[in-house]
């Protein structure tokens, strides 16, 4: 059974930084687009942040410059760095994962995405 795992989440002033981390498990994910989405109250659920099996990048104009994709194939991990943290942030940040190996390109719409984790919240403070 796949699974995918945020943790890292919680409550930081804006400015601040936080990492998150998407821990799979139940296969590998290494020739796979992993990637970070987020929803906020009231909203759909936007795209972050992609990286492809290849190590490729792509984000959204909103965390660009500020928000680092990385992941750690040994670990079967994805992570998330956000700095400069603005109260806009805020939102539920989720993990997903496609299912189709060495596509180099970018992923950037949910109905792309095959495994989702759970989510973790994020909070920024004013």
């Known amino acids: 059974q796949v699974q995918l795992v945020e943790s890292g989440g919680g409550l930081v002033q804006a400015g601040g930084s936080l990492r998150l981390s998407c821990a799979a498990s139940?296969?590998?994910?290494?020739?796979?687009?992993m990637g970070w989405f987020r929803q906020a109250p009231g909203k759909e659920r936007e795209f972050v942040a992609s990286?492809?099996?290849?190590?490729?990048?792509y984000y959204a104009d909103s965390v660009k410059g500020r928000f680092t994709i990385s992941r750690d194939n040994a670990k079967n991990t994805v992570y998330l760095q956000m700095n400069s943290l603005k109260p806009e942030d805020t939102a539920v940040y989720y993990c997903?994962?496609?299912?189709?190996?060495?596509?180099?390109?970018?992923?950037?719409?949910?109905?792309?995405?095959?495994?989702w984790g759970q989510g973790t919240q994020v909070t920024v403070s004013s």
């Open positions: 990286i492809s099996w290849s190590d490729r990048t």
């Open positions: 997903a994962a496609d299912s189709s190996p060495y596509y180099s390109g970018f992923k950037y719409g949910v109905e792309q995405y095959d495994y």
């Open positions: 139940g296969r590998t994910f290494s020739r796979n687009v």
